[in-house]
T-cell receptor
């Protein structure tokens, strides 16, 4: 199977830090991606991890542990505009690049 | 604007009917993906094409079919429509098929299908 698990919803306060976790089945793993999707809009790419460790990009960072089948997205200095759904996606394709998405975590940022 | 164009944006039809959704990828992207998004199931991978050939298949129903044409645009055909097919259908494109190039997808705005 290719189950990808994320919390359904999270709430955080403006200016705070929030960590969104993602676990996945490791068999066939070939890279992990995070996407942001605002309500009624298309998903947009945030980050890519293929090796263990932390990738930092401004206020957003993403971490990967391949042996544990675990990733997290860290959002710092939260802003109201960060209220969105965050989708974890895993490339299970090998040569064919089948990108499978989790159901997403709906983040609500409160003042 | 991602550069990916999908038409139509909205479509309302009846059960048993057939519809065609169209997608034009970003200029230079060879890979096209189709996803279905419904409220209770998130983004479901349907099918992927690369340079005109089918590369990967997800949970695409037999009633659904797709193709990518020589000019790289793609069409998703949905037939014998059922109420449960109502969803947002996204097309996405990418530069390649490996590594970051294969997973950094650029999504169109989607085609919202309502089956009555």
């Amino acid at each position: 199977g290719q189950n990808i698990d994320q919390p359904t919803e999270m709430t955080a306060t403006e200016g705070a830090i929030v960590q969104i976790n993602c676990t996945y089945q490791t068999s066939g793993f070939n890279g992990l991606f995070w996407y942001q999707q605002h309500a009624g809009e298309a998903p947009t790419f945030l980050s890519y991890n293929v090796l263990d460790g932390l990738e930092e990009k401004g206020r957003f960072s993403s971490f990967l542990s391949r042996s544990k089948g675990y990733s997290y997205l860290l959002l710092k200095e939260l802003q109201m505009k960060d209220s969105a759904s965050y989708l974890c996606a895993v490339n299970y394709g090998g040569a064919t690049n089948k990108l499978i998405f989790g159901t997403g975590t709906l983040l609500a940022v409160q003042p | 604007d991602s550069g990916v164009t999908q038409t139509p944006k909205h479509l309302i039809t009846a059960t048993g009917q057939r519809v065609t959704l169209r997608c034009s990828p970003r200029s230079g992207d060879l890979s096209v993906y189709w996803y279905q998004q419904s409220l209770d199931q998130g983004l479901q991978f349907l099918i992927q094409y690369y340079n005109g050939e089918e590369r990967a298949k997800g949970n695409i129903l037999e009633r659904f079919s797709a193709q990518q044409f020589p000019d790289l645009h793609s069409e998703l055909n949905l037939s014998s429509l059922e109420l449960g097919d109502s969803a947002l259908y996204f097309c996405a494109s990418s530069v390649g098929v490996q590594g970051r190039d294969g997973g950094e997808l650029f999504f169109g705005e989607g085609s919202r299908l309502t089956v009555l």
